[in-house]
């Protein structure tokens, strides 16, 4: 459960939540054998829960999303760099992060390659590089569109197990 404030020390005598079906509940010190103990960390971890939303708002709703939503004149005015997204760090670590996953992937790729015979390789290139249809890699090899579905499938088999 998530409060915009948290409730003063001394005003704290029991602690009050509701359930996903809307059911309030409370419960008391010295009931039910509810410790002091039992309701002081309750409490502690609906400060912590209500400390960290209070965080998440005030550092990414009003900075990072400022940054990305520059369309009213408060977020121009908080942040100079708007105007210019290739100056925004967290699209600039995402796209390192994102290059070195894609040449991970294709050096993977380009060993897995190598396991490939020379007949897959080049039906490898005409779907993939090419972007050829199997009917028309069919009627280049003179065969049946059924029988390069079925060699795509066994291709595509050998490279996932390769690959993984």
Do not use: C, W
């Amino acid at each position: 459960m998530s409060r915009a404030y948290k409730t003063s020390k001394k005003k704290r005598t029991n602690y009050i939540y509701y359930t996903a079906e809307g059911t309030k509940i409370v419960i008391t010190p010295s009931e039910d054998g509810v410790t002091e103990a039992d309701i002081d960390l309750l409490h502690s971890m609906d400060d912590f829960e209500v400390d960290e939303q209070r965080r998440y708002d005030y550092r990414v709703t009003a900075h990072l999303d400022a940054y990305h939503d520059g369309e009213n004149d408060s977020a121009n005015d908080r942040n100079k760099y708007l105007s210019d997204e290739s100056l925004n760090p967290e699209k600039h670590l995402l796209e390192i992060e994102d290059e070195a996953e894609h040449q991970e992937l294709l050096k993977r790729l380009s060993e897995a390659m190598e396991h490939l015979t020379q007949k897959e390789k080049e039906l490898f290139t005409k779907k993939f590089v090419d972007k050829q249809t199997n009917v028309a890699i069919a009627a280049k090899l003179v065969v049946s569109e059924t029988t390069i579905r079925k060699h795509l499938k066994k291709l595509k088999e050998k490279l996932g197990k390769i690959l993984t």
